[in-house]
């Protein structure tokens, strides 16, 4: 059985996009893929679901031909069994922990040996057909499994003496990540300098963010995560009821809050 953790995004999301740099970080929550030998062609979610069922037919048609073209034409016969306790939509990285876990499914299936940068270079195409054009700081992290730097496509890990943990809630709104894109692309390209400022400020927060993760000053991270809440309200990702949970978790005492991933639904991150 192949194995894919969730992420969450610590700082630099949309600007990522854009070519900003982004910190995030793997989670315990995880998809398993298991190749079922003699099972019908297909992607099979557990347990059995009759609306996951219809869409993932519908996701087996669209990913079933970049497979066969990435792995060979044995793959269409496939079945693979999926598991996940990644809620879809969350901000958590369900799709790239997907393709991350396909891809190892299909090496461990095959009995080869599967290299970190493969990883990554093959999650991205199955990434591409989920989300358009993405970053690539989602299937990254969970390929590298750790707390990492990502800018332009490379990534190293940051170095960090004790492990942040951060408390997430999800909302039941799911994020869009595609429509969330395009919106922030839109807003960009009708006001662009606004926008451009906008992720300055928060490259500017990503950079001083891994110097305090590094110092292991957490009063300095949280404040940071709450600073690059306001800019994403900025740019306009941010939801009322994101804003309520970023606002209930510093009532509990939390050093912190912030939206993770796309936004317009999804998850919080608090520091505690
Ligand atoms: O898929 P999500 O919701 O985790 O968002 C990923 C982060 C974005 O910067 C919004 C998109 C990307 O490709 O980096």
């Known amino acids: 059985m192949a194995k894919a953790c969730g992420k969450i995004i610590l700082s630099g999301e949309h600007g990522v996009v854009y070519g900003y740099p982004a910190i995030a970080q793997c989670i315990d929550r995880s998809v398993f893929v298991k190749v079922i030998p003699r099972g019908e062609p297909g992607l099979y979610f557990e347990p059995p679901n009759v609306k996951l069922r219809t869409l993932n037919s519908e996701l087996f048609k669209q990913i079933a031909p970049k497979l066969v073209e990435l792995f060979g034409p044995e793959i269409s016969h496939l079945c693979f069994q999926v598991q996940s306790d990644i809620p879809p939509g969350s901000g958590l990285g369900s799709s790239a922990a997907l393709s991350v876990a396909l891809v190892r499914a299909i090496f461990e299936h095959n009995h080869e040996v599967l290299s970190q940068s ?81 992720f300055e400020n928060i490259a500017c927060i990503t950079f001083q963010m891994r110097d305090a993760i590094e110092s292991n000053d957490r009063s300095a991270v949280g404040a940071l995560m709450t600073k690059n809440h306001f800019l994403l309200q900025d740019l306009g990702v941010s939801t009322p009821e994101l804003d309520r949970l970023c606002e209930s978790a510093k009532q509990e005492g939390a050093l912190g809050a912030k939206l993770t991933g796309a936004g317009g639904g999804g998850s919080v991150i608090a520091l505690f």
């Open 118 to 198: 493969d990883t990554v270079q093959y999650a991205l195409e199955l990434e591409k057909i989920f989300h358009g054009n993405p970053s690539g700081v989602d299937h990254t992290t969970i390929a590298a499994q750790s707390l990492i730097w990502f800018h332009q496509g490379r990534f190293e890990n940051i170095r960090c003496l004790n492990p942040l943990h951060f408390r997430i809630s999800t909302t039941a709104t799911q994020a869009g990540t595609r429509a969330l894109i395009t919106a922030v692309r839109r807003n960009f390209e009708k006001n662009p300098r606004h926008i451009q400022t906008l």
